[in-house]
């Protein structure tokens, strides 16, 4: 094993860093984390209230967002969620639940003591005024054409 003791530094290439469409799709995530905690975090409605944050302080299991406000934050993020729901869904609840960490971080119980935050699943349903249409109402031949 000559060599090996001659203080150089060796490097092998694991493929530990995605290179190409891979980093563009991590990227796309993790920018897609931080829109969500910003979101739930930060959106105001027309009366200044912070609707989502204080949906999650008193609900702690669920919050349902309206896809117009979101559309409305931030378009992309929107589309996203619209276009591939399955992708972009987990990653909103993930979100949901250390947002709402981070919102309980240390409470007053009932005895005057700090007490850990209950922590656990967020589940987040869409909402939307958008029109819906039935599936019965879908003419196939108009989508084949």
Known sequence: ?????KHAVFYSNQAQF???????ADITRHSSLCK??????????????????????????HVTVAIEDLDAFDAELADRIRKAPTNYLPLFETVGSEVLTSLRSKVAGETGEMEEPITGDVQIFLSSKENCVSMGSIDVLKLIL
């Open 1 to 5: 094993m000559s060599g090996w003791d």
């Open 18 to 24: 995605p290179q190409g469409d891979l980093a563009a």
């Open 36 to 61: 969500f905690k910003e979101f739930l975090r930060g959106f105001t409605d027309p009366t200044d209230d912070f609707p989502y944050r204080e949906s999650l302080v008193h609900n702690r299991d």
